[in-house]
C-alpha cells in the first residue's frame, strides 16, 4: 500500500503555543487529505477534509481559525493547532487519498499540551 | 443518527479460535463501500479488508472475512484462527458515493479485541 508520513510522531508544547503537524503522502499523489483526532479509547473523529490548493472543509464544532490547516502540495498537508490548551492534547491522524481513492493513513502524532 | 454503530465494546477470544467483530451501517446511498481497519496500542490505522455495496461476493483477506449481509445492513468481520497479534481495536467504516468518490470514511466506536494464550 502507498505510505503516509507524519512528523512530529509525538510532541509537548506549553499552553498558549502553537504547533505544527506535517503530513506527507511519500509515493502517491494526495488530491485529497483528511485530517482526524481521536481520545484515548474512542473512535476517529473527522475534523476536516482538504483539497490540494483549496481550502479545507471542516467538520461541524471544529474551529478553523484554532485548526488551521493547509494542503499546498499533492504531497504535503500540515495542521497547526494554534493557542494550544490541555483540552488539545489528543492523538492526531492524517489520511491520503490518490487517484484510486483509496485512504492510506499516517502513523498518527500524539500532542500533550501543558 | 449513528451511521456506523459497532456494539461490542469489548470482545475475548481464545488464541486460535475464530470470532466475529459486529457492525451495522446506516445509508440510503446505494454506491457505498465498508471497511475494517486494525489499530494496535501503536496508534497506526491497518488496513484490513473491503467490501462494496455492489460486490456479489463477500470479501476475504486471508484470515480475514467480510459476513456482508445487505439487507440487514451488517458487515461483520470473522477473524479466523485468531493469534495474540490480533489483539487490538478493530474499527468498521463507511465510504458514502461511488468508487470515485473521495468521500469521507464514516467510523463506528471500536470494539477492542483481547486473545487469550
Known amino acids: 500500500g502507498a505510505v503516509v508520513s507524519q512528523h512530529p510522531s509525538w510532541v509537548i508544547c506549553k499552553s498558549g503555543t502553537s504547533v505544527k503537524i506535517e503530513c506527507r503522502s511519500l509515493d502517491f499523489q494526495a488530491t485529497t487529505m483528511f485530517w482526524y483526532r481521536q481520545f484515548p479509547k474512542q473512535s476517529l473523529m473527522l475534523m476536516a477534509t482538504?483539497?490540494?490548493?483549496?481550502?479545507?472543509?471542516?467538520e461541524q464544532g471544529v474551529e478553523k481559525d484554532k485548526f488551521l490547516i493547509n494542503h499546498a502540495s499533492l504531497t504535503l498537508s500540515t495542521l497547526t493547532v494554534t493557542s494550544a490548551h490541555p483540552e488539545d492534547s489528543s492523538f492526531y491522524i492524517c489520511?491520503?487519498?490518490?487517484?484510486?481513492?483509496?485512504?492510506?493513513f499516517g502513523p498518527g502524532t500524539r500532542l500533550t499540551v501543558t | 443518527a449513528q451511521k456506523i454503530t459497532q456494539t461490542q465494546p469489548g470482545m475475548f477470544v481464545q488464541e486460535k479460535e475464530a470470532v466475529t467483530l459486529d457492525c451495522t451501517y446506516d445509508?440510503?446511498?446505494?454506491?457505498?463501500?465498508l471497511f475494517w481497519y486494525k489499530q494496535p496500542s501503536s496508534g497506526e490505522m491497518i488496513f484490513l479488508i473491503y467490501?462494496?455495496?455492489?460486490?456479489?461476493q463477500n470479501a476475504t483477506e486471508g484470515r480475514y472475512s467480510l459476513n456482508f449481509q445487505k439487507a440487514r445492513k451488517s458487515a461483520n468481520l470473522v477473524i479466523s484462527a485468531s493469534q495474540l497479534g490480533d489483539s487490538a481495536m478493530y474499527f468498521c467504516?463507511?465510504?458514502?458515493?461511488?468508487?470515485?468518490?473521495?468521500?469521507?470514511?464514516?467510523f463506528g466506536q471500536g470494539t477492542t479485541l483481547q486473545v487469550k494464550p
Open positions: 482538504s483539497n490540494e490548493g483549496s481550502k479545507a472543509t471542516y
Open positions: 467490501q462494496g455495496s455492489y460486490d456479489q
Open positions: 445509508t440510503s446511498d446505494p454506491s457505498y463501500g
Open positions: 489520511s491520503g487519498s490518490g487517484a484510486n481513492y483509496e485512504q492510506y
Open positions: 467504516a463507511m465510504r458514502e458515493g461511488g468508487s470515485g468518490n473521495t468521500g469521507k470514511l464514516i
